[in-house]
């Protein structure tokens, strides 16, 4: 039905001579919005398997880095809903409930400082009572395209111990299958690139934010020092296909990895795209000299 | 096909809650005079209201201003505003922040569009603080001047200046402390420092200093001083009423006083030994 309406919409589009047509680039290829979509989904199912350890060599762990500071950024608060589109294997949901979770224990820490001199039956019972609270009402809702990426993220939540707070959608950016002014926060980490219509996905992620929500992106974006970005590139075309064919035995996910991230816009089109979308207070920051940008808009 | 209908849906519900927007804010200044007559709940009726109305919307993207659009400045003030009521619980934190939205209607989220550190909130707070002092005194002011009051000495003028601003921050003295240490951050260190040398100086200004020498340095210089010291002394204060601490200001602004007149009593005594010494050269050269 997503297709069929992607369809639809395209042809519209098409007839109103808006856009480039239905032509979209996969990588350094030109191939139609259907093909984008189904190959990216191909790519996802053939790496979901190895996606963590790939993210660990090709970056040399400094993606767990980027996402800490994409939370540390966000600074949620206990009671806080995130929708994380495109979240996959899950690294932002399970870093959300850390934080909130720590978050939390210095909340109850200083409200009993506050009540001194508590009899131990009065501490034991209201560490009873907060026990259900742990997380304070937060919760993470996890969305992803693809089925491979959700049962490897699930799989990881078992082994590592979460269950609260944690949910597992099946769905697409574009078309999200949530209400209105439904979430707190919204982020997107590593996944926008993958999106066949960006703009869709910018509208549905206004839609299902509260007003006063906030929009986070995480994304590869343009470096502009020019000797970084020789050293940047030699990298990404020399070593990371090789990593891919050595340690997941596919060079041309890989391939497609870098190529999108070449593809992708840079730092200021893609904040005017968020502003267009209605957002306000649009900002980036650049992490590494912009290898990495975290996009962050409110709805208001 | 719902992309297609969003753009034109998203201009006309920005005109409609544009217009429901501002006859809110006219209405509000209303229902909180009719509060204080008839005790009756408008109150109750209020928090009714937030939830219902959609929060004010924004100027479309080309950014042109209208009578009724709120800025993204103005919905920050309008949060911190709010927020304030939650600093004694929760201190000057992006946590009273994120209740302060709350109340507003929108997402704890939006305690992101500030500092994690409290920063904005204590300036908002010390900018309004000043803001209301600026109203007092001006009032006082135009009293004096339609005659309908007595012109304060200076020292007493001084005092009840410093009172009524120390005053303000009696609600929230318990984490008053703490906002003072992040008020000295390198970061906020050139806006404090420059909303504490404007309230000192409203304060001269309505206390009728014209003085254009060096003066106008040492008085603010003295003020400041006064000030600081009071507040600091103001933090550790436990008598009731803090009434220690308006002694020590009495008594610093006495001090000041009585400095300004030894040091033109100095200065005449001088004056005149100088004097005297030319005399005595005179005298003895013929």
Excluded at chain 1, 9 to 31: D, I, Y
Excluded at chain 2, 41 to 70: I, K, L, N, W
Excluded at chain 2, 190 to 195: G, I, M, Q, R
């Amino acid at each position: 039905c997503p297709a069929l309406l992607a369809r639809l919409a395209g042809a519209v589009r098409a007839s109103r001579g808006l856009a480039a047509g239905p032509e979209m680039h996969f990588g350094f290829q030109t191939v139609t919005e259907e093909e984008r979509r189904e190959k990216i989904y191909q790519v996802f199912e053939s790496v979901a398997k190895k996606y963590d350890v790939m993210n660990d060599s090709m970056t040399l762990g400094i993606h767990r880095v980027w996402k800490d500071i994409l939370m540390h950024k966000m600074n949620p608060c206990p009671g806080t809903l995130l929708l994380d589109v495109a979240g996959g294997t899950g690294d932002i949901a399970f870093r959300f409930i850390n934080y909130v979770r720590s978050v939390r224990q210095r909340q109850l820490q200083r409200k009993l400082k506050q009540h001194q001199n508590l009899s131990w039956q009065e501490i034991f019972e209201s560490y009873q009572k907060d026990k259900f609270d742990s997380l304070g009402d937060s919760q993470v809702v996890v969305c992803d395209i693809n089925r491979e990426m959700l049962k490897v993220g699930k799989q990881k939540a078992q082994h590592l111990g979460y269950s609260k707070g944690l949910s597992w959608v099946l769905g697409n950016a574009e078309e999200l299958p949530f209400d209105d002014d439904k979430f707190d926060v919204y982020t997107i980490a590593f996944g926008i690139r993958n999106v066949t219509r960006i703009d869709l996905a910018l509208q549905e992620a206004y839609r299902v934010l509260k007003p006063g929500g906030r929009f986070l992106c995480l994304e590869f974006s343009h470096v502009s020092n020019p000797l970084l970005s020789r050293l940047y590139d030699l990298y990404s075309f020399q070593v990371i296909p090789v990593l891919g064919e050595v340690i997941a035995g596919d060079w041309k996910s890989y391939q497609y990895l870098v190529e999108s991230i070449r593809q992708f816009p840079p730092q200021e089109e893609l904040k005017a795209m968020i502003e267009d979308a209605g957002f306000f207070k649009v900002d980036y920051e650049n992490l590494n000299f912009g290898i990495v940008a975290i996009h962050s808009g409110f709805k208001l | 096909l719902r992309c297609q209908h969003y753009p034109a849906l998203r201009a006309l519900q920005t005109s409609a809650t544009l217009r429901r927007a501002f006859d809110e804010h006219r209405k509000e200044p209303l229902t909180s005079s009719s509060q204080q007559h008839f005790d009756s709940p408008p109150a109750g009726h209020q928090p009714e209201q937030e939830p219902q109305r959609p929060r004010p919307s924004y100027t479309g993207q080309g950014g042109q201003e209208s009578e009724d659009y709120e800025s993204e400045e103005q919905l920050q003030h309008r949060i911190l505003t709010a927020a304030l009521e939650f600093v004694p619980e929760h201190g000057w934190t992006a946590e009273a922040i994120a209740e302060g939205a709350k109340t507003l209607g929108l997402s704890v989220a939006a305690a992101g569009m500030f500092h994690s550190d409290g920063s904005e909130l204590i300036l908002h707070f010390v900018s309004e603080c000043n803001n209301r002092l600026s109203k007092l005194l001006e009032k006082e002011h135009k009293l004096v001047q339609l005659g309908e009051a007595e012109k304060k000495p200076i020292d007493e003028f001084l005092r009840d200046a410093v009172e009524a601003r120390l005053r303000m921050l009696i609600p929230y003295i318990e984490k008053w402390p703490q906002a003072l240490s992040v008020l000295l951050f390198p970061r906020n260190i050139p806006a404090s420092l420059n909303l504490l040398t404007s309230m000192i100086d409203d304060i001269w200004h309505y206390a009728g200093d014209q003085s254009t020498d060096f003066n106008w340095y040492t008085r603010r210089a003295v003020l400041t001083a006064i000030y600081n010291t009071t507040e600091l002394v103001m933090m550790q204060d436990s008598s009731p009423g803090f009434k220690d601490t308006w002694r020590f200001l009495e008594n610093r602004v006495a001090d000041a006083m009585t400095m300004s007149n030894t040091a033109s009593q100095v200065q005449s005594t001088g004056e005149a030994v100088v004097q005297g010494l030319m005399g005595a050269a005179v005298t003895v050269s013929n």
